[in-house]
T-cell receptor, first 111, second 111 residues
Framework: KAGVTQTPRYLIKTRGQQVTLSCSPISGHRSVSWYQQTPGQGLQFLFE???????NKGNFPGRFSGRQFSNSRSEMNVSTLELGDSALYLC??????????FGQGTRLTVV | DAKTTQPTSMDCAEGRAANLPCNHS???????VYWYRQIHSQGPQYIIH???NNETNEMASLIITEDRKSSTLILPHATLRDTAVYYC????????????FGTGTRLQVFP
């Protein structure tokens, strides 16, 4: 079956702009989590959605937001981009089995 | 914050067993031990998980001490393709799929 799909794979944005990243989970998975990975901070949890509801949120400013649709697809949005937001953004989906499956990520570069 | 401590790096000869330790002395009774690995900026890949008993699958074995305060991931016959960062994660059994990543162990397999 198809894995977790993240789009786009690469993105370049200018400071002050906003960006929306998309994640399509594995079919049947209802839980989607987002992570940010930077060389300095490593892999950090952003937020988790289950059945269209945010279930957990990490320690990130309000510029980072997300949502989940009825088909379990999820988007995350970052407004007023800063240089420090340059990172690999990873999405993971979890189903009835307990392990999370990760997508290949979206590499965001803010210039 | 991550509830696990791992060595920063380890080396292993190809064909030999790689034993990666993890300390999780504050683990609660309702928390699993999970292992993931990440190969050069790809999405993390699930390896194995366990609660109390030792576990084995086609990729690895997981040995959890009786007091559950530490565990060891064993790759029985390491190959060059096992070179990656290995993350040991403690995760609650209920109500969340969130993963808190530590700094992991960078395993280098050499010929």
């Amino acid at each position: 079956k198809a894995g977790v799909t993240q789009t786009p794979r690469y993105l370049i944005k200018t400071r002050g702009q906003q960006v929306t990243l998309s994640c399509s989970p594995i079919s049947g998975h209802r839980s989607v989590s987002w992570y940010q990975q930077t060389p300095g901070q490593g892999l950090q949890f952003l937020f988790e959605y289950f059945s269209e509801t945010q279930r957990n949120k990490g320690n990130f400013p309000g510029r980072f937001s997300g949502r989940q649709f009825s088909n379990s697809r999820s988007e995350m949005n970052v407004s007023t981009l800063e240089l420090g937001d340059s990172a690999l953004y990873l999405c993971a989906s979890t189903g009835a089995g307990t392990e999370a499956f990760f997508g290949q990520g979206t590499r965001l570069t803010v210039v | 914050d991550a509830k696990t401590t791992q060595p920063t790096s380890m080396d292993c000869a190809e064909g030999r067993a790689a034993n990666l330790p993890c300390n999780h002395s504050t683990i609660s009774g309702n928390e699993y031990v999970y292992w993931y690995r990440q190969i050069h900026s790809q999405g993390p890949q699930y390896i194995i998980h366990g609660l109390k008993n030792n576990e084995t699958n086609e990729m690895a074995s997981l040995i959890i001490t009786e007091d559950r305060k530490s565990s060891t991931l064993i790759l029985p016959h390491a190959t060059l393709r096992d070179t990656a960062v290995y993350y040991c994660i403690v995760r609650p059994t209920y109500n969340t799929d969130k993963l808190i990543f530590g700094t992991g162990t960078r395993l280098q397999v050499f010929p």
